[in-house]
């Protein structure tokens, strides 16, 4: 497969976000690689689903955090939610046997990581950088979030 991979132009400044894609940018790779072994695939998009979750939550914190601006937060916030639900949708159809291969999500996955680093990540990190505000791991959940 000859697909781009991970780039720097894709890096935030933010360490722990930069890390968290380039972790599920691995994932997705993961997947072309497993696709042919269905137990490996599930493994793989388990973890991938997992980190995705953590990922959101970890820039949705950032958010509340840092007093981001109420519409530009829902409109990303509705970005990562049509994301996961894609994805969570084309897991169930692969479990329940519609689906054969899982090298289109990874291209969705790609293409909508590359698109949504720029239009939305990119502008958060540069507004929370401004503020000397980093990610920190979601191990605080709602009940702090919501001070
Ligand atoms: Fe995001
Ligand atoms: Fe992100």
Do not use: N
Not at 31 to 42: F, G, N, Q, S, V
Not at 73 to 82: G, L, P, T, V
Not at 118 to 139: G, Y
């Amino acid at each position: 497969m000859t697909e781009p991979r991970w780039e720097p132009s894709l890096e935030t400044g933010d360490p722990l976000v930069d890390k968290q894609h380039r972790d599920i940018h691995e994932l997705v790779d993961d997947i072309d690689a497993a696709d042919d072994r269905p137990d490996e695939l599930m493994r793989v998009l388990e973890r991938l689903m997992d980190h995705v979750d953590c990922h959101f939550l970890t820039e949705e914190d950032l958010m509340r955090r840092s007093g981001y601006d109420p519409v530009r937060a829902a409109d990303h916030i509705a970005d990562h939610a049509r994301l996961a639900e894609a994805a969570r949708a084309a897991v169930l159809e692969f479990r329940a046997g519609d689906l054969t291969s899982m090298r289109p999500l990874a291209e969705l996955l790609r293409d909508w990581l590359a698109t949504h680093v720029h239009e939305q990540d990119r502008h958060l990190i540069d507004f929370v950088r401004a503020r000397a505000i980093s990610a920190e791991p979601p191990t605080r959940r709602s009940a702090d979030l919501d001070a």
